[in-house]
C-alpha cells in the first residue's frame, strides 16, 4: 500500500510473464506501478509519527507471522521473541560449547579447540590477508568520504529530532562498549611484545632503538585507531539510519533493507540476525577472558603485596595460571561480573548502563591522569605528541602492509603453519619438490632473508581485525541504539576521532611508561639489546619463568622496577605501578581491579542488550527474563569453555580463549562481506532518502537473487512474479546449464547472430570449467586452469547483466553485479532468462546511440532561448548565428562588452528578444541594458528597470 502512494513511482506496462503457456495477462490491457529501487517512500516516512518498537504489535508488523513466540505467565509477560532466530542462536551457541566439553584431549590440548587455534584461524590469515586489510582501509575511505559528503547533514532520525543522549553519556558509553577492558589488558603489554618481541619487525623501521621503541607505540595506535573504529561506526551510521529514519527495527537485518527490500524480513533475516548474535556472544566471552586474568592477576597483586611469587609466604588468590585454583577463580569472577551484568542490564539502558558506563569511564581518568601527575609527565606528552605525528605520517602505507614476502616463507619452512589453500601439500609443496631436486633442506628463509616472524600478522593485525569485525554486529549496533538524533557527520567525527583521540592518550601513556620501565631494568642490569635481535636475554638479566632470580633483579624489583619482556603479559600494568611507593601503588592497582571490572560488566550487560532486542525482533524493551537469559548465556558459555579447558591440562582456560579468539577471527571472513555490502547499502539508502533522480528513476528486476529463501515467492515485492514451478525449472536449468537461460536475455540484447556468439562463448567457459575440474583426476593442476575459465564465465555473466540493467534502467553497480555472478551464478542466469520472458519493455534500446537525438535537443534548447523570432537554422544543418554580431550594432565596440544596439522600447514576450529558459520574466534584460544600468549607478544616477537609450561606446 505504501509503494501504491508513492509519489515517485510511475506507471507502464505491467510486469508479466511469458512462458510456454504464453502470456500470464496482455501487457496492453493492464496497467501497474514500476517498481521502485527500495519499496518504500522517503517522504512518507519524514513525515510520520516515530514508530515505537517497545509496542509489540509494530515488531510483528517487520517479521513473518508464523515467527513470533510470545508467551505470559498469568498477567507477566515471559517471552517476545522471533523464535527461529532465538534457536538458531541457541543451537549453535550451546553445540560450541558441549562440543568443547566433551571433546577428548591429545598431547594435553584440547582436540575441538586446536581446529580453531591451529587450523582454522592459520588458514584464514593465510589465504584472505589481502582481504582483511584492503577491506579495513577500504570501509575507513568510505565513512569519510560520506560523513563530508551532501549526506553528512543527513540525520540518523527525523529531520528535526534532536540527540537522544547528551555528548558525556554518550561518548563514555560508546567508548566502554568498544574497546575499554582491552586498554587494561594490552595498554603496557602490546607496546612491550613490539619493542622487544620480534626481530627485524620494521613497520614502518627503525635506524636506532628510539625509532624502534616509535614503532612499537605506532603499531599498538595502528592496531587500536581509526582501521579498528572505522567498521563500527559503518554498521552505525546504517543501522541508524534505517532504523530512525525509516522506522525499521534495529536489527541486523534492517541494514540490508535497501539492497534486498522486504525479502530482509524472511529467513535471509534470521540468518542475519542469529549470525549477529552469536558473534556478539563470542566477542563478549573473548572480552570476559581478558578481563578476568586482569581482575585476577590484580587481585593476587594486592593480596601478596609485591610482584616477586617467592617473597609471598601466604596468599588467598591464586596467580594467573596456576592450575584449579586459578580456573576456580576465574569462574567465580566470571559468575560475579555475569550477576553484576545481569542486574545492570535489568535495569535498562538509562537506568544501569549508561550509569555504569559514566562510573567507569570517571574511574579511568583517575587511573591516566593519576599516572601523568606521578610520573614524568614531560615526556609522556612529548611522547603523545611525536605518537600522533608518527601515526599520522605511517597509517596509510602501513595500512596496506599485507607482509607478503614474511608470508611468502610460509612456503619455504617446514616448521610454520603452511594453511596455504592450494600449495598446503600434495604435489604443489613446493619445499618438497625443491629439496626432492637438490637433495638438501633449504636455507631459513627469515635468517636469509631478514625477515622478521611470518606469524607476526597472524598473531596481532588480522587477529585484530578478525576481531573488530565480529564486534560489528555488537558494537555497531549499540552505537546506533545510543546515537538517535544525530547527523552522520556528527557520528563519523564525535564517534570515531573523538574514541581514538582518548584511546591513543591511554595507550600511548601506558605504552610509554611500560618501555621507560623496560629500558630502566635493561640499564640497571646491565643488559644490551641490539637493533636487529630479540632479546633481551632474561636469564642473563637474572629472570627465570618470568620471575626475578638473581639478587639484582629482586633489589631492583622491590625497588618498583622490572624487565617487563620477561614478565607475563598480565603483571606488566600492575608492574608499571610498583615505582611510585606502597600506598600509592596499592590504589592504583584497586582503581586498576574496579575500573577493569566495570568495563567488565558495561562490555557484558551492553552484548546482552544487544541480543535480546535482535532475539525479540527489534522489540526495544523485552520481558526481563529474555535479559536475565542472554547474559547468563554468555557468562555461563565463558565458565563452560574455562571450565572445560583446563579440566584436564594446565593452561586450559588459554586454550579456551585462543579458541574464542579464533572463532571471532573465523566469524569475521562473512562479516567482511557482509560490511562491504553495507557501504553499498548506506549511498543507496543516502541517495534515495534524498530522492536523487538517477536512483528514483530506476527500477528493479522482477525477480530478487535472494527470492529462493521464501520458497520463490517473497512477500510484498510487487508486480506479477513467474509461478514457482516456472521459476524452480528455470533456477535448475541455470544451475546445470547457466548459458540456455542466459541465452534468452542474449536474444533480446543483440542480434541473433550476436546472441549465438555470445551464449556459444558462456558455454565454452563453463564447459571448460567443468571439464577442467574432473582432469584434474588425470592431469595435475587442470583444475586451476578450470578456475581460471570460470573467472571468464563470471565476467561474461556480468557483462551480460550490466547491460541488461542499462536496458532495464535497473539501478545497481557493477560490483555488485561481478560479486553476484561469481558467487551466485545460478540465481544470476534464472534472473536474466525470467526478466527477458516477461512483458517489461526496454527503456533503453540496446546498441542505439544515447546522443542521437542530441541535435534535435540543442535545437529546441536554442529555440526556447532565442525565441521564433531569433536567427533560425538555414536548415542545411549549419547552426544558427548566436554571437552579438547576429544584432545590429551602430559600430563596432573597442570592448566586447559595450556591444550596442538601437534602442528599442520594452517588448512582449513574443518579440525579438524573448525570455531565456529558465529565468523569470522580470530578470532578463539584453546586456547592454544591464550595462547602461550599472553605467548609471556608478555616475550616481538613479538605477531605472527600464533600458535606457544607448551611450557611445567613447563614453566607456
Same mark, same amino acid.
Given at each position: ?70 508467551? @505470559? ?33 591429545? @598431547? ?14 592459520? +588458514? ?5 590477508? +589481502? ?5 579495513? #582501509? ?134 542475519? #540476525? ?119 605520517? +605511517? ?330 514451478? /516456472? ?60 578456475? /581460471? ?91 544558427? #548565428? ?75
Amino acid at each position: 500500500q505504501e509503494a501504491h502512494n508513492s509519489g515517485h513511482h510511475t506507471t507502464e506496462p505491467a510486469r508479466v510473464f511469458c512462458g510456454p503457456s504464453g502470456c500470464a495477462m496482455a501487457a496492453m490491457q493492464a496497467k501497474v506501478e514500476k517498481l521502485p529501487v527500495i519499496p518504500i517512500n522517503p517522504k512518507e516516512r519524514h513525515m510520520q509519527s516515530i514508530v515505537d518498537y517497545n509496542d509489540e504489535e509494530q515488531v510483528k508488523k517487520m517479521i513473518r507471522p508464523n515467527r513470533w513466540l510470545a508467551i @505470559d505467565i498469568g498477567s507477566m509477560k515471559f517471552c517476545r521473541v522471533n523464535w527461529v532466530v532465538f534457536l538458531m542462536a541457541t543451537l549453535v551457541l550451546w553445540a560450541f560449547i558441549i562440543g568443547v566439553l566433551v571433546s577428548p584431549f591429545e @598431547d594435553n590440548t584440547n582436540l575441538a579447540l586446536k581446529q580453531f587455534n591451529d587450523i582454522w584461524q592459520y +588458514w584464514i590469515t593465510a589465504n584472505f590477508t +589481502w582481504l582483511y586489510i584492503i577491506t579495513q #582501509d577500504v570501509w575507513v575511505a568510505f565513512i569519510l568520504w560520506i560523513a563530508f559528503s551532501k549526506y553528512g547533514k543527513l540525520k540518523l532520525g527525523k529531520n528535526n529530532e534532536a540527540p537522544a543522549q547528551s555528548d558525556t553519556a554518550w561518548f563514555a558509553m560508546l567508548f566502554t562498549c568498544g574497546v575499554a577492558v582491552g586498554f587494561y589488558a594490552l595498554g603496557v603489554s602490546e607496546p612491550i611484545y613490539y619493542y622487544r618481541g620480534y626481530a627485524n619487525l620494521r613497520k614502518p623501521g627503525y635506524q636506532s632503538d628510539d625509532q624502534r621503541a616509535q614503532q612499537a607505540l605506532f603499531i599498538t595506535m595502528y592496531h587500536w585507531g581509526i582501521h579498528a573504529w572505522g567498521c563500527y561506526i559503518l554498521a552505525a551510521l546504517l543501522l541508524g539510519f534505517v532504523a530512525y529514519r525509516w522506522d525499521l527495527p534495529l536489527t541486523l537485518r534492517s541494514a540490508f533493507y535497501p539492497m534486498v527490500g522486504d525479502v530482509v524480513n524472511g529467513p535471509l533475516g534470521d540468518c542475519i #540476525d542469529a549470525l549477529s548474535m552469536v558473534c556478539t556472544t563470542f566477542g563478549v566471552c573473548t572480552s570476559l577472558g581478558l578481563g578476568v586474568n586482569v581482575v585476577i592477576a590484580g587481585l593476587h597483586r594486592m593480596d601478596c603485596g609485591s610482584g616477586i611469587e617467592a617473597e609471598c609466604k601466604s596468599y588467598n588468590v591464586p596467580a594467573v595460571g596456576d592450575g584449579d585454583a586459578y580456573r576456580n577463580w576465574a569462574v567465580g569472577t566470571i559468575l560475579l561480573v555475569t550477576f553484576i551484568a545481569t542486574g545492570s542490564v535489568m535495569l535498562g539502558l538509562d537506568s544501569g548502563l549508561k550509569n555504569v558506563a559514566l562510573f567507569a569511564f570517571f574511574l579511568g581518568n583517575v587511573l591516566l591522569f593519576s599516572l601523568m601527575m606521578l610520573d614524568n609527565k614531560w615526556f609522556l606528552l612529548n611522547s603523545f605528541v611525536q605518537s600522533i605525528g608518527f601515526y599520522l605520517q +605511517w597509517v596509510t602505507q602501513v595500512g596496506f602492509e599485507t607482509d607478503a614476502f614474511q608470508q611468502l616463507n610460509l612456503e619455504f619452512d617446514r616448521s610454520l603453519n603452511n594453511q596455504l589453500w592450494d600449495s598446503r601439500s600434495g604435489d604443489r609443496l613446493l619445499i618438497d619438490k625443491v629439496e626432492a631436486a637438490t637433495g638438501t633442506p633449504m636455507d631459513d628463509p627469515a635468517a636469509a632473508f631478514g625477515s622478521h616472524s611470518a606469524s607476526f600478522i597472524h598473531w596481532w593485525t588480522i587477529f585484530y581485525w578478525g576481531w573488530w569485525i565480529s564486534w560489528v554486529p555488537f558494537v555497531g549496533m549499540f552505537i546506533a541504539r545510543i546515537s538517535r538524533g544525530r547527523t552522520i557527520r556528527q557520528v563519523v567525527i564525535g564517534g570515531l576521532l573523538a574514541p581514538i583521540g582518548y584511546t591513543f592518550i591511554f595507550l600511548i601513556f601506558l605504552g610509554s611508561l611500560g618501555i621507560k620501565m623496560q629500558r630502566t631494568a635493561e640499564l640497571a642490569l646491565h643488559e644490551t639489546v641490539t637493533i636487529d635481535m630479540t632479546g633481551p636475554d632474561c636469564e642473563a638479566m637474572g629472570y627465570i619463568s618470568g620471575q626475578p632470580s638473581s639478587e639484582a633483579a629482586k633489589n631492583l624489583a622491590n625497588a618498583g622496577f622490572y624487565a617487563l619482556s620477561c614478565r607475563a603479559s598480565d603483571d606488566r600494568l600492575f608492574d608499571v605501578m610498583e615505582a611510585y611507593g606502597p600506598g600509592i601503588k596499592t590504589w592504583l592497582h584497586f582503581l586498576c581491579v574496579i575500573g577493569v571490572t566495570l568495563y567488565f560488566v558495561t562490555s557484558s550487560d551492553s552484548g546482552s542488550y544487544v541480543d535480546d532486542t535482535i532475539s525479540a525482533g527489534g522489540l526495544l524493551e523485552p520481558p526481563p527474563f529474555q535479559r536475565m537469559y542472554w547474559c547468563l548465556t554468555e557468562g555461563m558459555c565463558a565458565v563452560a569453555l574455562f571450565w572445560g579447558g583446563s579440566a584436564a591440562a594446565e593452561g586450559g582456560g588459554s586454550q579456551a580463549l585462543r579458541a574464542l579468539r579464533a572463532v571471532s577471527v573465523c566469524m569475521g571472513l562473512p562479516l567482511t562481506l557482509v560490511l562491504c555490502f553495507m557501504c553499498a547499502s548506506l549511498l543507496r539508502a543516502c541517495k534515495y532518502d534524498t530522492m536523487e533522480p538517477e536512483i528514483h528513476a530506476s527500477t528493479r528486476f522482477i525477480t530478487g537473487l535472494w527470492d529462493f529463501t521464501e520458497g520463490f515467492q517473497p512477500l510484498k515485492v510487487g508486480g506479477v512474479l513467474p509461478d514457482v514451478k /516456472t521459476r524452480f525449472t528455470s533456477f535448475i536449468v541455470s544451475l546445470f546449464a547457466p548459458f540456455v537461460t542466459a541465452h534468452s536475455m542474449h536474444m533480446k540484447l543483440f542480434s541473433p547472430f550476436m546472441a549465438v556468439i555470445n551464449t556459444a562463448v558462456m558455454f565454452a567457459a563453463f564447459v571448460i570449467w567443468i571439464g577442467c575440474m574432473i582432469g584434474e583426476v588425470a592431469t595435475f593442476n587442470s583444475s586451476y586452469i578450470g578456475w /581460471t575459465s570460470y573467472l571468464f564465465f563470471a565476467f561474461h555473466l556480468t557483462a551480460t547483466r550490466v547491460q541488461a540493467r542499462h536496458a532495464y534502467n535497473v539501478y545497481g553497480w557493477f560490483v555488485e553485479d561481478f560479486t553476484a555472478c561469481l558467487f551466485m551464478y545460478p540465481f544470476v542466469a534464472s534472473q536474466m532468462d525470467l526478466q527477458a520472458k516477461s512483458a517489461v519493455p526496454f527503456t533503453t534500446i540496446p546498441g542505439t546511440d544515447p546522443n542521437a537525438n542530441l541535435d534535435a535537443e540543442l535545437t529546441a534548447e536554442r529555440e526556447a532561448f532565442y525565441g521564433k523570432g531569433g536567427k533560425k537554422s538555414s536548415g542545411d544543418g549549419t547552426p544558427p #548565428d548566436v554571437s552579438l554580431s547576429a544584432y545590429p550594432m551602430q559600430q563596432a565596440p573597442q570592448h566586447p562588452m559595450a556591444a550596442q544596439q538601437p534602442y528599442q522600447a520594452p517588448q512582449s514576450s513574443q518579440g525579438v528578444h524573448p525570455q531565456p529558459y529558465g529565468m523569470p520574466q522580470h530578470h532578463h534584460q539584453h546586456p547592454q541594458h544591464s550595462m547602461q544600468q550599472n553605467q548609471g549607478y556608478r555616475q550616481g544616477q538613479p538605477m531605472t528597470t527600464h533600458p535606457m537609450p544607448p551611450q557611445q561606446p567613447g563614453r566607456y
